[in-house]
């Protein structure tokens, strides 16, 4: 079976840097999903991790280790529009299938 | 501009009543998924379909069947709606292993 843990809830300050943290224990596997959704929006892809280290795309970055099973979503500078659930989504092997995590609600605050 | 388009944003139904989601996907993909999502509990698989007239239960199918007919096309049935069904749901499709996974827009289902 699969298991995902990230934090139920985080706050941060509109313009500061926050680090949203997944840690996961999968039979295989075969990438790990990061989705943004916003309330009563489905949710949007952010980025994909297979190899570790660190993928960047503009103010958002995701780092993967897979011989720790973790992972984490950086955002930067920080804008009220990132106010929304982050997703943390593991591909076991050989799988199509994504099991999610239960999602980290964030708040900007001004 | 890929698409996944779901037949209704907004269904209100009774209990007892067969209720049918369906979804649409555009971009020729092999694999669909059905999942509902549910305060505090995340996502949860339902149904997913690798193949046209295959399937395959996910995490809680019990109370729920669905049709692939068609490569495009996935259907969610609901045979006898309960109220514990109440919830919002997500189709989504996806391509190969390395492939990201769109979604619906989504179904907030509300039986009565």
């Known amino acids: 079976g699969q298991n995902i843990d990230q934090p139920t809830e985080m706050t941060a300050t509109e313009g500061a840097i926050v680090q949203i943290n997944c840690t996961y224990q999968?039979?295989?596997?075969?990438?790990l999903f990061w989705y943004q959704q916003h309330a009563g929006e489905a949710p949007t892809f952010l980025s994909y991790?297979?190899?570790?280290g660190l993928e960047e795309k503009g103010r958002f970055s995701s780092f993967l280790s897979r011989s720790k099973g973790y992972s984490y979503l950086l955002l930067k500078e920080l804008q009220m529009k990132d106010s929304a659930s982050y997703l943390c989504?593991?591909?076991?092997?050989?799988?199509?299938?994504?099991?999610f995590g239960k999602g980290t609600k964030l708040s900007v605050i001004p | 501009d890929v698409k996944v388009t779901q037949s209704s944003r907004y269904l209100v139904k009774r209990t007892g009543e067969k209720v049918f989601l369906e979804c649409v996907q555009d971009?020729?993909?092999?694999?669909m998924f059905w999942y509902r999502q549910d305060p505090g509990l995340g996502l949860r698989l339902i149904y997913f379909?690798?193949?046209?007239?295959?399937?395959e239960k996910g995490d809680i199918p019990e109370g729920y069947s669905v049709s692939r007919e068609k490569k495009e096309r996935f259907s969610l049935i609901l045979e006898s709606a309960s109220t514990n069904q109440t919830s919002m749901y997500l189709c989504?499709?996806?391509?190969?292993?390395?492939?990201?996974?769109?979604f619906g827009p989504g179904t907030r289902l509300t039986v009565l």
């Open positions: 989504a499709s996806r391509s190969g292993l390395g492939d990201e996974q769109f």
């Open positions: 999968t039979s295989g596997f075969n990438g």
């Open positions: 991790n297979v190899l570790d």
């Open positions: 989504a593991v591909s076991g092997a050989g799988s199509y299938q994504l099991t």
């Open positions: 971009m020729d993909h092999e694999n």
């Open positions: 379909s690798y193949d046209v007239k295959m399937k």
